[in-house]
């Protein structure tokens, strides 16, 4: 009985050192990788573009405004010989220092610079093309609002230094040429300004077009009346004006 317990131990270790052989190695489990952590840097945000960041022209109601107080400012040269009468008669010595040559130079020269402000636009359209290339800071939409307002204010400025009297013979046609000069820029905005705000698309048709005509069309036609006038009168206005200068320190 011994032998045979014996062998069968062995039997039995025989087999269990077979399926220790058979058996297949255990397999290595590698490392995880780690969890990947969500970034927290924001995304880059785009850059809007701000709408009127340039500015925008006067609307039609502001030129409207501006036309109204022109003409307001216009209204006592057509009263003044009457008003001149009278303050003469009741004051004359203020009558005497408004007509005197120290009011008239400081007017005067207050006028010449706000002359000078309005040529700043076509100095800042034209000065990179002149042989110094004078860079003039400032939008070019900046300086044609500053040319409308100064414009009207320029008037008033002329009414403090006439006191509202028309001159005579030159200086009655200077005047006139820098009320022309004034309206012209000022009814043809308004009119242009009109159009652009208008809800219509088309407007004719007119006699000098072949149909009807668009924003852009129309624009066009205008300007190629009203800014040409004006750009004429401009120019006989300076003329006028250094010929005025020269004559008021001739005859001084």
Known sequence: MSELHRQQQILESQVALELDSDSPPEAVQE???????????????????????????????????????????????????????????????????????????????????????????????????????VKIPGSILFWRNFHIFVGVALVGLVLIHTLGANGLNFNAIFLWVFFVTTLTALVGLVAETGIVESTRKVFGPFPWSKGPLGKGAMVRDLRAIWLVSHIFFVSVFVVMLVLHIILAYYFQ
């Open 31 to 133: 490392p995880e990788a780690p969890a990947r952590v969500p970034s927290k840097k924001k995304p880059a945000k785009r850059r809007s573009k701000k709408k009127g960041s340039r500015g925008k022209q006067p609307g039609f109601k502001t030129l409207i405004g501006l036309t109204i107080l022109t003409a307001l400012l216009l209204l006592p040269f057509v009263f003044s010989q009457h008003y001149l009468d009278w303050l003469r008669q009741e004051s004359f010595d203020l009558h005497q220092f408004l007509r005197g040559e120290l009011y008239k130079q400081g007017t005067g020269y207050a006028a010449l610079a706000f002359v000078l402000f309005e040529v700043m636009l076509t100095a800042r359209k034209r000065s990179r093309n002149w042989i110094g290339k």
